[in-house]
């Protein structure tokens, strides 16, 4: 895992200040959320718990930031500046895997949901009651199937 951008230092080819910060956090923000999308491709999502508190780490630094600009919008400089510019794609880039990310849990939420869904049916259909005959042709009601334990684990 690479160390996040403020402990590596600022990127030279980007002026120091607020926007700046503002870049490179929201770029290592993208690059967790692109390592948690590859795990999860890979169908490994308990590996993905050592990235969470980088990402609450960064989400936290990348809100108070985006609030600081979004305050001052003077610091952004000119519309038409070379900063902008890159915030502007970093951003774009930022939102698209967030979107990425968001259909790939939602997939994986209905397939949880509909495995869920197919266990307890299989659960009801074993526990309806049984129907026998009596000699007489009467019906009788009998509960001769007998519950089954099962394990769920909902970790995603």
């Known amino acids: 895992m690479n160390k996040p951008a403020d402990i590596q230092g600022m990127d ?7 926007v700046s910060r503002m870049i490179l956090h929201t770029e290592e923000l993208t690059r967790v959320i692109r390592e948690e999308i590859a795990i999860l491709e890979a169908r ?8 969470q508190a980088e990402k609450a ?21 000119d519309k038409d500046s070379p900063l ?20 790939i849990l939602l ?11 197919a266990v307890g049916e299989e659960v009801a259909r074993k526990r309806q009651t049984v129907r026998n005959y009596s000699q ?6 009998s509960q001769t199937t ?7 684990n909902e970790v995603i």
Do not use: H, W
Not at 146 to 152: E, R
């Open 12 to 18: 030279q080819s980007l002026p120091q200040g607020p």
């Open 57 to 77: 780490r960064l989400s936290t630094i990348y809100e108070e930031e985006f609030a600081a600009l979004k305050r001052n919008p003077n610091l952004l400089g």
């Open 107 to 117: 997939r994986m939420k209905s397939v949880t949901e509909g495995m869920i869904n």
């Open 146 to 152: 007998k519950p089954v334990p099962i394990a769920l």
């Open 44 to 51: 490994r999502p308990s590996e993905i718990a050592p990235l």
């Open 136 to 141: 007489d042709a009467e019906v009788i009601l």
């Open 84 to 103: 902008r510019a890159r915030l502007r794609d970093v951003t774009e880039t930022f939102n698209g895997e967030l979107v990425r990310l968001g259909r």
